[in-house]
């Protein structure tokens, strides 16, 4: 799937956050290795240490469904402000996808993009864990 048409996908989600602390919604679509695409936005919590993010929702949903290869990741706020994955997004991220993922994050009409390596350099790994 092209960029321009995966961020239309996360833009698709903001409607659907439930912001009513930050007022920031944020919409994420994840390509998977099949050309699966599985969407998230932000869920907020009073207890603010309890809030999903988009990308996590994504992810969640992705591997619900037994996804665990991803190609491609977009996402945006309703801001257009650029908005990149978290920290921890981020290394949810480099568990199942390579440092080399695409990550697409809208600017306005625009898109800067990113690799998860880039984004994450020197990322925790299973093989740090053995």
Known sequence: MDP???LDRARD???DAYVPYSEYPVGAALET???SVFVGCNIENANYS???HAEEVAVAEAIKQGHTEFA???VVSARGDGVTPCGMC???LAEFAAESLPVYCGEGE???EYTLGELLPNSINRGMLE
Do not use: F, K, P, S
Request: no cysteine; net charge negative.
């Open 4 to 6: 321009e048409t995966l």
């Open 50 to 52: 309890n809030a999903l």
């Open 90 to 92: 981020r290394q949810t």
């Open 72 to 74: 491609q990741l977009a």
């Open 110 to 112: 625009a898109y800067a």
């Open 13 to 15: 989600t903001l409607d």
């Open 33 to 35: 290795a099949d050309g």
